[in-house]
Every structure is written in C-alpha cells, then in structure tokens.
C-alpha cells in the first residue's frame, strides 16, 4: 500500500509512506497584496495542548512524532483555549460546531440522534446534565475514513497492531438544537465549549483522549 507507479518509467516507487509531506504543518499565507500568484511566503502552524499529570513537567525540546519518526519541536506557550463567550442568554436554539473529527459510530451522538420512525422528535438529556436539549437539523459534509497503527503493541505479526478503519464526521460539521429551557442556554454552552460532544464524557475513555468529538457553540 505504501508503494507508487511512476507514470513515465512505469516501475514501482518504495517507501511512499515516508515521502508523504502532508505531515508538515505548512500552509501558504494569502495576502491581497501580494503579487497576482498570492503567495506572500510561508508560515509554520502549531499544535497547543496541554500537558496532563502523568506527563513529564517539561517536555520542551525536539521528539518524534508517531512512528514515521518526524521530529517535531516542543516549546511552552502562555497560549490558552479561548474561554466560552457570555453571548448566549436567553437562546431558543443553538448551533453546535465540531472542531475535530466525531466518532460517533453514525452521523450523530447516539443521545442526541432522532427516532425518525415516530411522530415527533423528543428531548434528550446531555450526557452528566439535567440539561435537555433536542436536535432540530444537521450539516454534515460526508466522512474520512481514519485508521493507523497502535505502536504500544508490540507484536505487529498478523496486523495485531493496526487498529480498524472508521468513517468519521468531518469537523466544520454543524448541530443545530432546540433548547428546552432557554435561561440554561448559557449554562448549556458552557458545557458544551471546547469539550467532546460525545456519549462517553469520562476522561478515561480512550476516544475522549484521542480528542475526537471536539466542539464549540454559536448563536443561530
């Protein structure tokens, strides 16, 4: 699979895998007044996360990144996850925005998704809410397929290391729900913001630590 035809010789390319660019978070910065190509340069884009208890207090410096030993460079920011903005009191309706893929096994979050066989949609409760909400409609652009390697097995004979292929929601996807009790609106976006929207919120849960299902709020 990780092999290439190269189309003037017709003979088989080796190691594609390791040629693949599309892990360097590189993008073209546009600017108006650039020349007429629009190319003004290139700038690098980060990754912030934070760094749990049982990691290292300070991890700066060089690592590799998964197991195509890419090296990425560490460093400390003051940098923090935008706070949930106080703009949604009083809100009938709400748009939930996924920012990373969501691994819902389907479409929607099974807690949130429809009974479309009956006469009417009912309220669902948020996962570890008293909060009910419910789903009025959805913009979902397709899915990505998304699969890899687990490196923490050992033993990689018989595919024992690589994990399944799953169709996952795109992010940019967008949740349009009803809120039962508009004074909670605010509370409701603040449980939702930068959070998983997922059925499984415990931080144990191994889809949670993969960040899958990330979300934010806007108004309608």
């Given at each position: 699979m990780h092999n290439a035809l190269d189309r003037k010789t017709l003979t088989t390319e080796e190691g594609r895998l390791y040629a693949n660019t599309g892990i360097y978070f590189k993008c073209r910065r546009y600017d108006h007044k650039a020349d007429k190509s629009g190319?003004?340069?290139?700038?690098?884009?980060?990754?912030?996360?934070d760094v749990t208890e049982d990691m290292q207090s300070d991890i700066s410096g060089h690592a590799y990144l998964g197991g195509e030993r890419r090296q990425v460079r560490l460093k400390k920011t003051d940098l923090q996850f935008p706070s949930c903005p106080q703009c949604f009191e009083n809100q009938k309706y709400l748009?939930?925005?996924?920012?990373?893929?969501?691994?819902?096994?389907?479409?929607?979050?099974?807690?949130l998704k429809p009974d479309l066989r009956g006469e009417g949609i009912e309220w669902a409760t948020l996962p570890n809410t008293e909060y009910k909400v419910c789903l009025r409609s959805a913009c979902i652009d397709g899915w990505d397929a998304v699969s890899g390697i687990d490196y923490t097995v050992k033993d990689k004979r018989?595919?024992?290391g690589a994990k399944p292929m799953k169709k996952l929601v795109r992010p940019g996807?967008?949740?349009?729900?009803?809120?039962?009790?508009?004074?909670?609106?605010?509370?409701?976006a603040e449980h939702l913001?930068?959070?998983?929207?997922?059925?499984?919120?415990?931080s144990d849960n191994n889809d949670v630590k993969l960040g899958y299902g990330q979300c934010i709020v806007a108004k309608q």
């Open positions: 190319k003004s340069g290139i700038v690098n884009l980060s990754i912030c996360f748009k939930i925005i996924l920012t990373t893929h969501g691994d819902f096994g389907g479409w929607c979050p099974d807690f018989e595919g024992k996807s967008v949740y349009f729900i009803q809120v039962k009790e508009a004074e909670q609106s605010q509370k409701i913001w930068g959070n998983r929207l997922q059925n499984n919120q415990d």
